[in-house]
DNA sequence: CGCTCCCTCGCATCTTTATGCGATTTTAAC
DNA sequence: GTTAAAATCGCATAAAGATGCGAGGGAGCG
C-alpha cells in the first residue's frame, strides 16, 4: 500500500497558505503518502472562506500570517461553520499571543513552519485522532497560562469561612436576599459580612470584589 | 561514547514512583544513556520532600498516584524550593482534573507511563531545555480549556463593540461615574449601554453580568 | 478571667444601580 | 430611501447596595 494515489479513508487535508511555494510543497508532501490527500489549497483567507467548506476537509493546516484576513480569523470563521473540523497552525516561530487566539478561535494543533514531514503527518493523525499536536515549547507556552498564579492572592486568605462562602454567591451575581434565602440568615448579617469582606480586599463595590476574588485564584476548577 | 558511565554534562533526574518495578526500570534506562543521569529516586513523596533537594536534580519524574502525599501536592511543594527544576508527571491515563492541577502546582510536561523509553528520553530534553513535554491527548485536554464554550458564548457575541468595552470596565469594577470619566459619555448613556447589556444576558445585575461574561469567554487575553 | 475573632442581628443614611419611557444622530444594510 | 442597529443623551422612580455605629453570644487562648 505505497501507491500514493488517494486513498478513499485517507484524511482529507485542506491548505491556506500564502508563499505560493510552501503551499506546493504541502500539496506534494501530501500527496505522496497514503493516508493524507490535499484535496484543495487557498492562498488567502478570503478565497479559503467562501471555497473551503465545499471540499468537506477533515483537517485544515492554516497558516497564520496571511494578507488581508489573517490564519486566527479564519479560523474562527471556518469553525463556525465546520465544527468537526481540526485545525492545525502553521507558523514561523512561536509568537505567544497568537497562539492563544489560535487556540481559543477553534485550532487544535500548532506547528512550526520548519516542522520536518514526517512529524507533519503524524501532527495531522493526531489532530485527526483527536489530540493537540504542538511543539513542546509552544505547549511550554500554554502551560505557563496555568502557573502564573503563584500564591493564590494573600488577602483572599484573610477572609473566614462564612465570608469566603459569601464571597462566592456574590460573584455568581446573587442579590444580598438571594444570599439571605440560601443561607437562611438575616439581611443585616450579610451586610455586616460583606463589609468585612470589603476592608480586607481593600474595595468599595461588590463588583470590585468579585473581580478580585475571579482573578486571583483558580476560577478554573472546582477544589 | 556509549559508556554508561555518569557524564560531566548529563541531566541530573531525579525519579519518585512508588511502584518498585517501575523505578527500578526507569533508573535502568536513564543508566543506560549519556544524554540523562539518575541522581536519586524515591518511593514516596514524603522520603522525596526530605530529600531529593540535596541531589540538585534538573529534572524530576514524578509519578502522580503515590501514597500519602500525591505527586500534585509533591511537586508544588518542591516547586516551592527548587523553582528552576523541571517536572514530568508520569500517569497511567490522562486524568483530565490531575493534568490541570499538576500544570498548577508547577509540572512542565505530563506524559503517560506507558510513553517508549526513547520519547521519555526526549522529553527530558525538552523539559530541559524549556518546553513542556506532552501527549497530543493531553495537549488537547489543555488546548479543550480555552475552548471550552464551543460557541463562545452566544450572547456575548451579540454585544456592540461599545457595548462589549463597558461591560470590560464593569467587570473590572468601576462605578458608572468611574466609567463615564474613562470613556467621556454622559452618565446617561452608561446607563443605556448597561440597560442593553442586560437585557442581551438576560441578567439584572451588574454583578451577574460581569459573572456571566468571565465564566464565558476570554478573561484570558487583551483582546 | 480577660482578650480576640467569628457569626449573628438592628437601625439610619446616603450612594449607586436598575429600569421605564422617551429622544436625536450616524452609519451600515437592504 | 426606508429600515435597522448603534451610540449618544435626558428625566424620574424604585430597588439594591455601601457604610457608620452599636451590640450580644460563642470558641479559643494566654
Redesign the pocket.
Known sequence: MNAPTAAVNSIRVAIVEDDDCIRAGLVRMLSRTSICRPVCNFANAESALSALPEYKPEVVLMDINLPGIDGVECVRRLKDKMPGVQFIMLTVYGDSDRVFHSLMAGASGYLLKRTPSPALLDAICEVHAGGSPMTPQIARRVVQFFQKVPDRSPQLEKL????KEILVLLSEGL???EIVAH?G??L??V?????KI?EKLHV???TAAVAKYLDSSDRFLSG
Not at 473566614?160 to 465570608?163: D, F, K, M
Not at 451586610?191 to 463589609?195: E, G, M, N, Q
Request: aromatic share 10%; hydrophobic share 20%; no cysteine.
Open positions: 473566614s469561612p462564612r465570608e442579590l444580598y436576599k443561607l440568615i438575616s443585616d448579617t451586610r455586616t459580612h460583606i463589609r470589603y468599595h463595590s461588590r
